[in-house]
């Protein structure tokens, strides 16, 4: 199993430009986040999906859209980039069912915005 | 959401020494995870408290849940190179869940 994949690793955008980030898990999870890391800062939740078909905002969603396409996908979206969006970005899945909410990541976007 | 604040939030060590982060909340918590991040890596579940007052150990690492289940921490014994990482606990089932993180740097 490839877990939680993120595409793509690398992105550099210029100010104003819009992108998408995707993520994809083949666990079976009902739960799928995004998160933003910058140094100092922790991982911030930008926001969150508990189950197919809902979304709800984290700590830090202003300028992010996000899309729960089916239960495999969840999508980022950047319409309008801005510098403070520069960033190391995480999706990852969970089970909350299982009684063990155990956080799985993807390997990461590294997205700088000029 | 129930904030949890990690300390320290850097820690340098030679290597062989021990290693001591907390992670400490104002309200009594369901449960305690911890992650470890390699440098340039991505968070990996570590483990799970549940239990007032719970231990659990992985080989050098010692896994604490206060008896008021407002505070934990991650000891290392004899820290080696490969222990070199951010520390994360965090709280489930709440958004607002990760702590800061603990940086450890062992020097060999």
């Known amino acids: 199993n490839a877990g939680v994949t993120q595409t793509p690793k690398f992105q550099v955008l210029k100010t104003g430009q819009s992108m998408t980030l995707q993520c994809a898990q083949d666990m079976n999870h009902n739960s799928m986040y995004w998160y933003r890391q910058d140094p100092g800062m922790g991982l911030r939740l930008i926001y969150y999906s508990a189950s197919e078909g809902t979304t709800d905002k984290g700590e830090v969603p202003n300028g992010y859209n996000v899309s729960r396409l089916n239960k495999r996908e969840f999508s980022l979206r950047l319409e309008s980039a801005a510098p403070s969006q520069t960033s190391v970005y995480f999706c990852?899945?969970?089970?909350?069912?299982?009684?063990?909410?155990?956080?799985?990541f993807g390997s990461g976007t590294q997205l700088s915005v000029l | 959401g129930q904030q949890v604040m990690q300390i320290p939030q850097y820690q340098h060590v030679q290597e062989g020494e021990d290693f001591t982060t907390y992670c400490n909340s104002s309200t009594t918590l369901s449960n305690i995870q911890w992650y470890k991040q390699r440098p340039g890596g991505h968070p990996v579940f570590l483990i799970q408290l549940v239990k007032s007052g719970e231990v659990k150990k992985q080989k050098r690492l010692t896994f604490q849940f206060g008896e008021a289940k407002k505070n934990s921490s991650l000891h290392i014994t004899a820290t080696q190179t490969t222990d070199v990482g951010t520390y994360f606990c965090r709280h489930s089932g709440y958004a607002l869940n990760f702590g800061k993180g603990t940086s450890l740097l062992v020097t060999p």
């Open positions: 990852a899945s969970s089970d909350p069912g299982q009684g063990l909410e155990k956080l799985f």
